[in-house]
């Protein structure tokens, strides 16, 4: 019996065997430039789970010729650190390039990823990272700013087919599982590629003839039609958001335990609160960005299950709360203004003077440094200005 998971037995090994992922991979396409001009790259890989981005690290470090190392962020811990950067040294005195893979990247801290820094900047280490969440927020600026983020995009049940089809094909088991198991089985997997080839071949160690009851008991607590990343994941959310708007607590909630019970992250859901107090209620209630910011925190924090009820005391309140878009509208025109009048220079009368020539050019002209000072000239550009009163 073949001890290795399926999923590992079928990894692809060229770029052109990874299925799903023609915005990164094909003719003038950012990974086959990379590999083309064979010049590392570093780069932090952002999508969901099960959609190839360790096997796109392993496929670049193999095309480089490097030497590849790989840990996890969730247990590495100093010395493993030491340790790579040592390798690295190494390498670099045999001439050979280190590319090294950090899994699940936004787990290291500030100071763990400051550390690796240095060595990134310098180009001892070709650094990868993978991640789930949203680099922005997870991933230090400097160590973002040296890195190139590349979108892994969630596999469509076209592209789970094909990973499954091929699969059964290696594995010759084509007369054992049913055209609909496979289909269920795609359908189940959420557009995950790895739990699709584990629930198959779970399948396949439990009946001699896959159907679809063997599907589902493979496939286990799953909830059909939520793929955390596709149409029904920004459906749902949009629903919840719409609902929040509307004040209609109950549908909020019921939105809100849809998400929970398919396994959404619930940062997704807390920073989309975030957003929402701002942009839906802002003026209306000016604690409901306090609330919810201390949501996400708690969120971080606590973990789930029980972060279930701070995000559902979290719903209820920007539901009950009254709504308002007026800083939402200003800033969107304010926004408008400043695209169409760029190249305005700022008025005199509200610039600097820190010179005496300055001062008699009429810079900061009538100013003065008292609470609540209002100028009778306005405070926009030329082209934005009403026209004086006399």
């Known amino acids: 019996m073949n001890r290795v998971p399926l999923a590992e037995r079928m990894r692809p090994v060229k770029l052109s065997e990874v299925v799903g992922q023609e915005k990164i991979i094909g003719e003038g396409k950012i990974l086959t430039e990379i590999v083309r001009r064979k010049e590392p790259v570093n780069l932090i890989f952002w999508g969901p789970p099960g959609t190839g981005k360790t096997t796109l690290a392993r496929i670049l470090a193999h095309e480089f010729r490097a030497d590849f190392v790989e840990i996890s962020a969730v247990t590495a811990k100093k010395a493993d650190v030491s340790e790579v950067v040592e390798r690295a040294r190494i390498n670099w005195n045999l001439g050979t390039r280190t590319v090294l893979f950090v899994d699940e990247i936004h787990r290291f801290n500030k100071a763990q990823q400051d550390a690796f820094l240095p ?6 280490i070709t650094l990868i990272g993978a991640t789930t969440e949203n680099p922005s927020f997870e991933v230090i600026s400097p ?4 890195s190139r983020v590349v979108v892994v995009q969630p596999l469509d049940k076209n592209a789970i087919l094909e990973v499954l089809k091929r699969a059964i094909k290696a594995e010759k088991v ?21 739990s699709a080839l584990g629930d198959l071949e779970l399948a396949l160690s439990l009946a001699k003839k896959v159907d679809e009851n063997v599907a589902i008991e493979a496939a286990g607590r799953k909830m059909p039609g939520y793929d955390k990343k596709g149409d029904n994941h920004y459906d749902t ?15 909020a909630l019921y939105w809100l335990a849809r998400m929970v019970e398919a396994g959404e992250d619930p940062k997704f859901i807390a920073r989309r609160m975030v957003i929402f107090a701002s942009e839906d209620i802002g003026l209306a209630g000016n604690g409901a960005l306090s609330l919810a910011t201390a949501c996400f925190q ?7 299950p029980e972060s279930g009820l701070i995000l559902a005391h979290t ?30 220079p700022v008025p005199i009368h509200l610039r600097n ?12 002209k009538g100013q003065k440094w008292e ?20």
């Open 119 to 124: 060595h990134v900047e310098s180009g001892l």
């Open 143 to 146: 160590l973002l700013s040296r």
């Open 174 to 194: 084509t007369k054992r599982i049913s055209k609909k198991a496979i289909d269920l089985i795609a359908e189940l997997s959420g557009g995950d590629a790895r």
């Open 237 to 251: 959310i949009s629903a919840f958001i719409k609902s929040m708007r509307g004040s209609d607590v109950e549908a």
């Open 298 to 304: 708690a969120v971080e924090r606590v973990g789930m």
């Open 315 to 344: 719903c209820v309140a920007l539901s009950k709360s009254k709504k308002s878009r007026a800083t939402t509208d200003a800033w969107y025109e304010a926004l408008e203004m400043a695209r169409k009048t760029r190249g305005e």
């Open 353 to 364: 003077a820190p010179t005496k020539l300055m001062k008699d050019l009429g810079f900061s």
């Open 371 to 390: 609470a609540g000072f209002h100028l009778d000239k306005s405070y926009l550009p030329s082209s934005l200005s009403q026209p004086e009163k006399t």
